[in-house]
């Protein structure tokens, strides 16, 4: 079977649903873009290999090459002017290991593949993204996260990482066997290599139940932030920034764990009535089961059903990290801006992410508050809106998401990262020749 493609969009199959993944339907001729379009990829040629000896294969023949998984970053982390390795068709479970508590996948599978295979055994993993299309390696490489006081990123879940590396040979590294390079080597924004399998933790299936509460006050946020946020497993909490308030409060929390009585209020805020949206005012039906309804973990943890629609469709999206002890005051900052933000958003998401020890993560070794916004697919207003985002939180230390749209300067997004140093030695290792370096990571992380 031919393992490459021209660049015509037709070849690349779209998500079940309707999902319009990697460019969706695109004009004849167009070059492939991203899941949200804002990103079109200078790649002269898309392979599709369905075997680590087919990566291995155009590693070793590419000038320049780099990774792809579903295309759902919203940055050009993944883009490149020689070659792109689509990881669509390696997307299977190797196997699943219940002594070790541990599954073994291939690298283009998706979370909710992922997800429907584990329950299906009895097994989960212990957290997911709010949309469960994203492939596992493309979310572990960029530190995406779900949410949870007590929940490390996704990434914190990889036990053994295999890589193709700069020179096309296959490389193992694992957490108990590689020590700190193997902390470098999980989010590694597709530097060291091709990743073609991940081993991750598991645990035994459970349920969760959602509820959703409307029109949280902000002073009630302020006064009681920690206790709000640790308030279940999961905690979201979604804001337009007028009003003075939260408009809606979702939490998921794990049978058995308890919670107010069905019907009350929290915190001031009334309980839902219906499923709702995240974003006021559009229709539900794509989003997951809430009305503190049980069911399972990964049909409650998501916000969004695999197999639909997630979120809006045509949007942007943009992410910052701060330290969670800096959470109000991120907060703060982003209502000095509501005026501003207000038309051109849909929604914000306020989550908390705990920390890890992985060396490019956001949370590296400390928990933080995320403010994510899905932005209307206006790009002449975000980009001048994003720089006075980023100036109101960096006193408070903010990094942003590796997958989504940033301005910050290079000099101060390195500054942020103490084991940078340490990750270009790792990069060097691996890719010498720097084969998988794009213009994305001679910005960002190789200094000028």
Known sequence: MDESSALDPSSIPAVGGGFPSFGGSRPAGAKPANWAGNVEFGAERVHFPESVEQVQSVVRR????????WGHSFSRIADCAGDLVSLRRMNGVVGLDPVASTVTVQAGISYGELSAYLHANGHALHNLPSTPHVSVAGACAT???GSGLGNGNLATAVSAIQFVDGAGEVVTLARGKDGDAFQGAVVAL???GAVTALTLDVQPA???AQAVY???AMGELENHFHAIVSSGYSVSLFTDWAGNKVNQVWIKRRAGDGGPAPGSDFHGARPATRNVHPVEGHPAENTTEQMGVPGPWHE???HFRMG???SIGRELHSEYFVPLEHGIHAIRAMQALQERLAPHLFVSELRTVAADGLWMSPCYGRACLAVHTTWKPEWEHVIRLLP????????YEAVPHWGKLFTMRPAALRSRFARLPDFRALLARYDPGGKFRNDFLDRYVHPA
Request: some cysteine.
């Open 308 to 310: 639909c629609m997630p």
């Open 62 to 69: 590419s000038r320049k090459v780099r990774a792809l998984g």
């Open 214 to 216: 409307r029109d949280l």
């Open 143 to 145: 530190a995406t996260h």
């Open 300 to 302: 409650r943890l998501p």
């Open 206 to 208: 459970f349920d969760v």
């Open 190 to 192: 597709g530097g060291l």
């Open 388 to 395: 006075l985002m980023e100036e109101k939180l960096a006193p």
